[in-house]
Every structure is written in C-alpha cells, then in structure tokens.
C-alpha cells in the first residue's frame, strides 16, 4: 500500500480533488452524503491524505476513512434508516440469567 500511496500520479489525483468542485468518478457515492456530512468527509479525506501521502503512513487510516464515509452516505441515501438509527430506543428490562442447578 505504501508504494502505491507515495506515486506521483496518485499525488496529483488527490491535489485535483482539493482544487475542484468535481467530484471524481471513484468518489461519486460521496454525493449521496448530506451537506454537513460532505463538508465533515472532506476534512476527514484530508486528514488520511495527509497522513498518508506527507507523514508517509501505511494507508490504513485513508482506507478506513474511505470505509466510514461510504457507511455514512448509504445511511444518508436511505431517510427511513437514517431516521430510525437517530431515533433514541426505549429501555428494556431484561430478567436475570440463573443457570439450572
């Protein structure tokens, strides 16, 4: 992973991606996120950038980022989803466990 994240033309494809408006081919389920949460996964995207590319890091964290925000919008996609994951569950009472002599 390492070397793949120190080439020059993925260096160059992440530099275009902070310096446009478009959103690359391979990112395009990020339009699925909400406003806030596209403006949080851009931060975030340069965050793993960063680490990776500039503090040589093994990639793990822009893999893991990449994960979270695609988990994110296809929450974002779905209303009913989204809506039911925010909604606060009553608590349940639950019996004690005895084990049978």
Do not use: C
């Not at 991606?17 to 996120?33: G, M, T």
């Amino acid at each position: 992973m390492v070397q793949a994240i120190a080439d020059p033309v993925l260096r160059q494809k992440a530099q275009r991606f902070f310096n446009s408006a478009i959103i690359p081919r391979e990112l395009s389920w990020a339009k699925r996120l909400s406003d806030l949460h596209f403006r949080l996964f851009v931060v975030d995207l340069h965050k793993a950038l960063s680490e990776a590319l500039i503090h040589d890091g093994d990639g793990e964290l822009l893999r893991q980022t990449l994960e979270d925000w695609y988990a994110t919008a296809e929450i974002d996609s779905e209303p009913t989803l989204a809506k039911k994951l925010k909604t606060p569950r009553s608590r349940k009472k639950y019996r004690e466990w005895k084990p049978e002599p």
